[in-house]
């Protein structure tokens, strides 16, 4: 065995036992032989990358697994040397047959690029694979629909030949057409009008009603109504009223007269003003005509006639009511129209309220400013006037005074005018009667200096966005002269309001469960005792099977017949509804009523508040309501038809001590049409049905509750 030469022996033999050790590994010229330097020989990291020589590793000398990697980093592996291919690729052999094992197409671009950018080997999935295989590059003509997609456009009307630009218009029958020329005043707020969604017009006449002075019976203000509307959406439009006791400028169509219109706050009104300062005109004026404005007659002795064209909004109320404040009844005609509509949002986002503010001043100072209008909000101008009475013709001075127009905060005016009757389109005291947009109204019959002039904002609109004054001056500080010290002055300002007015009204709660409803249904004879009471002296109504009638008599016991309803308790505050028809041909003075507000049903409830279907002759038909007997308001109905056999409904609405009476010609839902409201002098709790020597039947009678809408 090979080994080193020990120290103090070996004695001649130490070289040759050095030389067998060595020759273990090294070759006789020094050198290490084959196989002598081993894993076991080399330390942990001893051999280093500087160890090395560049390039002395070739790739057999590398593992399987490290030669697989590299070469897919930079060549094509054999598909079967890919390891951790997911299933359903490595199913195929190759890219190819990969495709066809998840149904793929032949596509070479890849994923989020375009033909443009596409290279060698790209490869994207076909609509079909991510599940969009029905969209298909179609023009649009030819682009696919759903079918209830295309049944809607089907049913649509074809679009009509023509521009749509500013020349024409697109009417209701879908067919364009040229815009109007332009005439002097005409069209309306909008322009051309076009029908909104829903809408329709309502428009009934008080005819012949008597305007009442409170100290005629029964006593007390006599409120008549030319229009009331509830729970819908709309806009008023028109007001136009006839009528006597103007022979002066006290009459009832010059300060005697009080107009008042409600729009969603049945409260507080919007415009609430003499009929004389609404209709624009001067102290006792003559007549004159604008397309928006005008007094069109004063006629012999003391009639008179005057319009009015506006644009009023209302998200779901309306009331237009007339006041008689003079000592003295008056013949009376008036018609308010309104449209309904579908939806409020169809109004846009402007003009979605009007009111007209200012005030009438006695003995105002000359040469002092009037402040008549100071109010925040966003809006616009729809019109003003103003108008003078002075003692002496030496007044004409006022007419010197400038007009000065605040907009949102402004020390100064930014719109003012150098005098009043350059305001108005005048200059050296001459302004036109009537005219448009700006004028005067006609002549006063009054001593002294009399005038009134007007102004439309539609052609030239002022708009403000937070708040809003005008100044009038009556006379201007060193400019002409004035002779009295004092002047009648008003002034008003008409706007239109971008932010609506919040509802608060009251109205018949129609869906509430009702507070009694007959529908007079009982057996065909004798009227049930229990529910109803009769006065036993008089005509007996009886019952047909589905609804109540009465005979015609013209005896005592015909007079007066009533059918009172017992056992139902009323609030204080309800709706009386009925359903009624005079039946007889042959006979004039026949009267059907409603009744309410009487004595204790039990035996009989007398006295009470009325409202009467009455057949003067088979062309004559009125409406009376009566308290008691004095009549409050009396209208002619029927334009000369034979309402005989003719369904009329009948209603009261009792808010407090106050009564409004309704009728309607047509079945519901149609518009109840309001003939006037008054304090009742009766406050007994009885209601029912009746007649006065009259046919008649009576379909239902139904008391339902009120409900207050405050949003």
């Given at each position: 065995m090979?080994?080193?030469?020990?120290?103090?022996?070996?004695n001649?033999?130490?070289?040759?036992?050095?030389?067998?050790?060595?020759s273990?590994?090294?070759?006789?010229?020094?050198?290490?032989k084959?196989?002598?330097?081993?894993?076991?020989?080399i330390?942990?990291n001893a051999?280093?990358?500087?160890?090395?020589?560049d390039?002395?590793?070739t790739?057999?000398?590398?593992?399987?697994?490290?030669?697989?990697?590299?070469n897919?980093?930079?060549?094509?592996?054999?598909?079967?040397?890919?390891?951790?291919?997911?299933a359903v690729?490595?199913?195929?052999?190759?890219?190819?047959a990969?495709?066809?094992a998840i149904?793929a197409?032949?596509?070479?671009?890849?994923?989020?690029?375009?033909?443009?950018t596409a290279?060698?080997?790209?490869?994207?999935?076909?609509?079909?694979e991510v599940?969009l295989?029905?969209?298909?590059?179609?023009?649009?003509?030819?682009?696919p629909?759903?079918?209830?997609?295309?049944?809607?456009?089907?049913?649509?009307?074809d679009?009509?030949?023509?521009?749509?630009?500013?020349t024409?218009?697109?009417?209701?029958d879908?067919?364009?057409?040229?815009?109007?020329?332009?005439?002097?005043?005409?069209g309306?707020v909008?322009?051309?009008?076009?029908?909104?969604?829903?809408?329709t017009i309502v428009?009934?006449?008080?005819?012949?009603?008597?305007a009442?002075?409170?100290?005629?019976a029964?006593?007390?203000?006599?409120?008549i109504?030319?229009?009331?509307?509830?729970?819908?959406?709309?806009?008023?439009?028109?007001?136009w009223?006839a009528c006597?006791?103007?022979?002066?400028?006290?009459?009832?169509?010059?300060q005697?007269?009080?107009?008042?219109?409600?729009?969603?706050?049945?409260?507080a009104?919007?415009?609430?003003?003499?009929?004389?300062?609404f209709?624009?005109?001067?102290?006792?004026s003559?007549?004159?005509?604008?397309?928006?404005?005008?007094?069109t007659?004063?006629?012999?002795?003391?009639q008179?006639?005057a319009?009015r064209?506006?644009?009023?909004?209302?998200?779901?109320?309306?009331?237009v009511?007339?006041e008689?404040?003079?000592?003295?009844?008056?013949?009376?005609?008036g018609?308010?129209d309104?449209?309904l509509?579908?939806?409020?949002?169809?109004?846009?986002?402007?003009?979605?309220?009007?009111?007209?503010?200012?005030?009438?001043?006695a003995n105002?100072?000359?040469?002092?400013?009037?402040?008549?209008?100071?109010?925040?909000?966003?809006?616009?101008?729809?019109?003003f006037?103003?108008?003078?009475?002075g003692?002496?013709?030496?007044?004409?001075?006022?007419?010197?005074?400038n007009i000065?127009?605040?907009?949102?905060?402004e020390e100064?005016?930014s719109?003012?005018a150098?005098?009043?009757?350059?305001?108005?389109?005048?200059g050296?005291?001459?302004m036109?009667?009537g005219?448009?947009p700006?004028?005067r109204?006609?002549?006063?019959?009054?001593?002294?200096?009399?005038?009134?002039?007007?102004?439309?904002?539609?052609?030239?609109?002022?708009?403000?966005?937070s708040?809003?004054k005008?100044?009038?001056w009556?006379?201007?500080p060193?400019?002409a002269?004035?002779?009295s010290a004092?002047?009648?002055?008003?002034?008003?300002?008409g706007?239109?309001?971008?932010?609506?007015?919040?509802?608060n009204?009251?109205?018949?709660?129609?869906?509430a469960?009702?507070?009694?409803?007959?529908?007079?249904?009982?057996?065909a004879?004798?009227i049930?005792?229990?529910?109803?009471?009769?006065?036993?002296?008089?005509?007996?109504?009886?019952?047909?099977?589905?609804?109540?009638?009465?005979?015609?008599?013209?005896?005592?016991?015909?007079?007066?017949?009533?059918v009172?309803r017992?056992?139902?308790?009323?609030?204080?505050?309800?709706?009386?509804?009925?359903?009624?028809?005079?039946?007889?041909?042959?006979?004039?003075?026949?009267?059907?009523h409603l009744i309410?507000?009487?004595?204790?049903?039990?035996?009989?409830?007398?006295?009470a508040?009325?409202?009467?279907?009455?057949?003067?002759?088979?062309?004559?038909?009125?409406?009376?309501?009566?308290?008691?007997?004095?009549?409050?308001?009396?209208?002619?109905v029927?334009?000369?038809?034979?309402?005989?056999?003719?369904?009329v409904?009948l209603?009261?609405?009792?808010v407090g001590?106050?009564?409004?009476?309704?009728?309607s010609?047509?079945?519901?839902?149609?518009?109840?049409i309001?003939i006037?409201?008054?304090?009742?002098?009766?406050?007994?709790?009885?209601f029912?049905?009746?007649?006065w020597t009259?046919a008649?039947?009576?379909?239902?009678?139904?008391?339902r509750p009120?409900?207050?809408?405050?949003?």
């Amino acid at each position: 065995m090979a080994r080193l030469p020990q120290p103090g022996s070996d004695n001649g033999t130490w070289g040759d036992i050095l030389n067998d050790y060595l020759s273990q590994t090294l070759k006789p010229d020094g050198s290490l032989k084959q196989n002598v330097v081993t894993n076991d020989a080399i330390a942990d990291n001893a051999v280093n990358a500087a160890a090395i020589q560049d390039g002395s590793i070739t790739e057999a000398q590398l593992s399987g697994a490290v030669q697989t990697k590299l070469n897919a980093a930079g060549g094509t592996p054999a598909w079967a040397d890919i390891t951790n291919k997911p299933a359903v690729i490595g199913a195929g052999a190759d890219q190819a047959a990969a495709r066809a094992a998840i149904g793929a197409g032949t596509s070479n671009l890849a994923l989020g690029t375009t033909s443009a950018t596409a290279k060698a080997g790209d490869y994207v999935p076909t609509k079909a694979e991510v599940g969009l295989g029905n969209v298909d590059n179609t023009s649009d003509a030819n682009k696919p629909v759903s079918s209830a997609v295309q049944a809607a456009l089907d049913d649509k009307p074809d679009m009509p030949t023509g521009t749509p630009d500013g020349t024409k218009f697109l009417r209701d029958d879908n067919s364009w057409q040229p815009v109007p020329s332009a005439v002097s005043g005409g069209g309306s707020v909008s322009g051309f009008p076009l029908r909104r969604a829903g809408e329709t017009i309502v428009a009934s006449p008080q005819e012949l009603a008597n305007a009442f002075a409170s100290s005629t019976a029964p006593t007390g203000t006599k409120t008549i109504v030319l229009a009331e509307s509830w729970d819908k959406p709309g806009i008023l439009k028109h007001i136009w009223i006839a009528c006597g006791n103007t022979a002066d400028a006290d009459g009832f169509l010059e300060q005697g007269g009080v107009i008042r219109i409600y729009t969603d706050d049945a409260t507080a009104p919007a415009v609430s003003m003499t009929l004389g300062d609404f209709f624009i005109l001067a102290n006792h004026s003559d007549v004159y005509a604008t397309p928006r404005v005008g007094r069109t007659s004063r006629g012999g002795g003391d009639q008179s006639s005057a319009y009015r064209y506006l644009h009023m909004p209302f998200q779901k109320y309306l009331r237009v009511e007339v006041e008689n404040t003079t000592g003295s009844d008056t013949v009376f005609y008036g018609q308010a129209d309104y449209s309904l509509i579908d939806s409020f949002a169809d109004l846009g986002d402007q003009q979605l309220a009007y009111g007209i503010v200012g005030q009438r001043v006695a003995n105002q100072p000359v040469r002092t400013p009037v402040t008549i209008c100071d109010m925040n909000g966003s809006g616009q101008i729809e019109s003003f006037w103003l108008s003078f009475s002075g003692a002496d013709l030496g007044d004409s001075g006022v007419l010197e005074g400038n007009i000065e127009i605040f907009i949102d905060g402004e020390e100064f005016p930014s719109w003012w005018a150098s005098g009043t009757e350059d305001a108005f389109n005048g200059g050296w005291y001459t302004m036109p009667v009537g005219g448009y947009p700006a004028g005067r109204a006609g002549n006063s019959d009054q001593g002294g200096q009399n005038s009134t002039l007007y102004r439309f904002f539609v052609d030239d609109p002022i708009f403000f966005s937070s708040h809003l004054k005008v100044v009038m001056w009556p006379g201007q500080p060193r400019q002409a002269s004035v002779v009295s010290a004092t002047v009648d002055y008003a002034g008003y300002v008409g706007v239109w309001t971008n932010t609506p007015v919040t509802p608060n009204y009251q109205a018949v709660d129609a869906v509430a469960t009702p507070i009694s409803d007959d529908q007079m249904n009982q057996a065909a004879g004798a009227i049930n005792g229990t529910d109803w009471n009769q006065a036993g002296d008089r005509t007996q109504a009886t019952a047909t099977g589905s609804s109540f009638v009465t005979a015609y008599g013209s005896a005592n016991s015909d007079e007066d017949v009533r059918v009172a309803r017992k056992n139902v308790s009323l609030p204080a505050n309800y709706w009386l509804e009925t359903r009624l028809r005079i039946t007889d041909a042959s006979h004039d003075e026949q009267q059907a009523h409603l009744i309410m507000l009487g004595a204790s049903p039990d035996p009989y409830f007398g006295s009470a508040v009325h409202i009467q279907l009455y057949r003067h002759h088979a062309d004559s038909w009125t409406l009376n309501v009566r308290d008691d007997f004095a009549t409050a308001f009396v209208v002619n109905v029927g334009s000369g038809r034979d309402l005989t056999n003719r369904w009329v409904r009948l209603a009261f609405k009792k808010v407090g001590s106050r009564v409004t009476a309704y009728y309607s010609m047509n079945p519901t839902p149609a518009a109840w049409i309001p003939i006037g409201s008054w304090i009742a002098s009766k406050t007994d709790p009885a209601f029912g049905v009746g007649t006065w020597t009259a046919a008649a039947e009576f379909d239902y009678l139904v008391a339902r509750p009120l409900k207050t809408v405050t949003s």
